[in-house]
């Protein structure tokens, strides 16, 4: 199908999907977290679904891309205007621990949503893609940083000092049509000798390859979904496969899938391509439904 008639099909999708379906009701998820029970000596995580996972990384506790309400869109006084979700957030944002930073990868809606974001308080640092820090201007952070790719930025908590490196990925970041200047970021998150990717969202690149002169990476978290037809800017299952494969990562933590409908493939179709495609190592999955929790094995 020429570009231009798949992006007018989309167009009519989302009309559908903003108006004759917004009383379709949300499947709840798989099942819920519970923080309140991990150990802050292990290194523990949960997909609360699209882009947002809850780390505690000994000790230390992060929160990536939340997005936790029922829509993402543009706010207006009331209602949100954009997509809807298919599955429900694993935990809203009563049931979160208190968290030490955010992470946010790029501006988009799915990923960058003002309307959770400004549930936390000061007390939350954020660490952000380079020209997004203005977007932040009515929630109540104190402390946000911007990073570009290669810079790292070390924050200090009560359970010890954490570092950050913002890492380039194959994206785009702007919010509207015409502010094209804002940065997009995966990120190493390095902590006594452990790390985690998180990469945002990512088309197929080179660049993780690089990842391994930090030394091993115990888990990376991978946009699987939303390639048919945006192959140009995310990845399919096989290369988010082949991307933390390169950076040396013992586990997956798939995520982008199953909470949006964000493109055509079919809703069940990124995790089941994930699982053929590490058939052979089924183990280095860590999690597959929306509120699983995940331990690194000691």
Known sequence: MPRGSRVRRWLGHLF??????????????????EPSKWSNTQLTLAWLGHSTVLINFFGVTILTDPVLFS??????????????????????VRDLPHIDLILLSHAHFDHFDLRTLRCFDHTTRVITARAT????????????????????KRLAADAGDIEITALAVKHWGARTQHDTHRGYNGYLIDREGRRIIF?????MT???????RHGPVDVAIMPISAYNPWIQSHSTPEQAVQMANAAGAHFIVPVHHQTFRLSFEPFREPIERLEAALSKTPEQIALREIGETF????
């Open 199 to 203: 990469a945002g969202d990512t088309a």
């Open 71 to 92: 829509r993402v869109g543009i706010r207006l006084p009331g209602i949100t205007i954009g997509p809807k979700r298919l599955t429900a957030a694993a935990l809203q």
């Open 295 to 298: 331990v690194l094995p000691s």
């Open 206 to 212: 080179e660049k993780f390859a690089a990842l391994r």
């Open 16 to 33: 559908r999907e903003w108006t004759f379906e917004s009383w379709r009701p949300i499947a709840p998820a798989f099942t819920k977290p």
């Open 133 to 152: 820090r203005d977007l932040l201007k009515k929630t109540r952070f104190t402390n946000i940083t911007e990073l570009d790719w290669g810079e790292t």
